[in-house]
């Protein structure tokens, strides 16, 4: 099973959020269940380096914008073959990978990911310069949504092709005149194609032209078929629904684990929990500038700041919070005018309140270590890892019940206390009174430390390893094979 698996951002390479994560534990385990799996991604600054890649073919200058060349080296800490898409005139820049230092949009990111596209595109052709040719293309968001698009534009023999969604709410949205400019046809530029009021989608290229669609949770699955979670695409997903599956993300247990965390002030499992974490949460404190008070509950929120995240809820409910004598550890990044008000809190509130601006992976490995609750009140999350590492860490989540916070936190209601399945706290409705509420329920059960322990303890029992995934995606790969069903996007493969 041939694969090649391209992604914008892969860890330990290139993070921005969970798609990185994503990228850099699915494909080992893919590996491990046989699959003969290539990744490709854009050679950021000092990624070559990092992947000991060397140049083995030339794409040539598609764009416009210099010669584009293939590195070969090899994922860190594994044996998958790492491509990179080396164009030093789009690649090559200070900042991250979307966005420059101040936060902005790269203003040629339209062509810094139709290059992506379409050099996966070429790399999955029988005419590809690279003698390994894969027999399923999957591609993932919509910085390679391209992809299938230049695959149905050019015609002829193609791998069979899976396009994951990790979240609807990015598009990417781009002016109509640029059909030419990516020396794509206008007759793809319809409703059944990437035209999306009158504009290109990337992201829906990826969902029209693709023979299977996957997303990162069941629940998020089903959510983003309605015009509550779709983005204005509800009618194509709902359109190609047989096509579509909700396939659990997992968690590298091997990043995230406080039993061998290399980031952490003492280690710990689940029979030594209470002092583990203990310890964690006196060294956070200290570090953050905290009080060092073990009875106060301390909260901790790793997350994008905006709206989506409910960030705007945590503002909203902090009062109440801190009158209940917790404490608040935050580390995130996002929106500037939530950046400010969080600030302006810590600074009236440094007794209770530590801010971080910014993202450290290290940070984040102390934070859910030393944690006594992850707050997440998002409004929408496709999965969602971060609150799947908190249950492993004794974390427990307060989250909102929707996609993968549905799917992987149980509630802990009088039914799942009595029957020991609860790992955490969730509510229904996103307003601040349903968000207060729920946190009240967490910190009340918190002074209980004997219920307290029962449900950490669970939590830290819970297993979303890769492996099911893993087996489910290669299930999926195997449906396209000449034997299998292509799907409604386009005709069979021919590998």
Known sequence: MKVLFTSPEIYPLAKT?????????LPPALYRVGADIRLLMPAYPGI????RAKPVANLGDPFGRGEATVLEGRLPQSDITLWLVDCPALFHRDGGPYQDGAGRDWPDNDLRFALLGWAA???????SPLSWKPRILHAHDWQTGLAPAYLRAWGGPRPGLVFTIHNMAYQGLFAADLVPRLNLPWSLHTMAGFEFWGRISYLKAGLAFSDR???VSPTYAKEIQTPAYGFGMEGLLS???QDLSGILNGADYTVWDPATDPHLAHRYGPDQAAQGKAVNKAALQAELGLPADPSAPLCVVISRLNDQK????????MPALLEQGAQLALLGTGEHSIESALQALARARPDQVAVRIGYSEELAHRLQAGGDMLLMPSRFEPCGLTQIYALRYGTLPVVSFTGGLADTVVDASYETLLHGTATGFVF????????QWCFERAIGMYRHPERWDSVRATAMRQRFGWEEAAGRYLDLYRSLMPNGEAGKAGSRPQV
């Open 121 to 127: 595109a070429r790399l999955s052709r029988r005419d």
């Open 213 to 215: 669609l996957t997303t």
């Open 310 to 317: 409910g960030m705007d809820l945590l503002l909203a409910v």
């Open 428 to 435: 229904d409705q996103c307003t601040p009174s349903a968000f």
């Open 17 to 25: 959020g969970g798609l990185a994560d994503v990228a850099g534990a």
């Open 239 to 241: 359109y190609r629904a």
């Open 48 to 51: 070559d380096a990092m992947a």
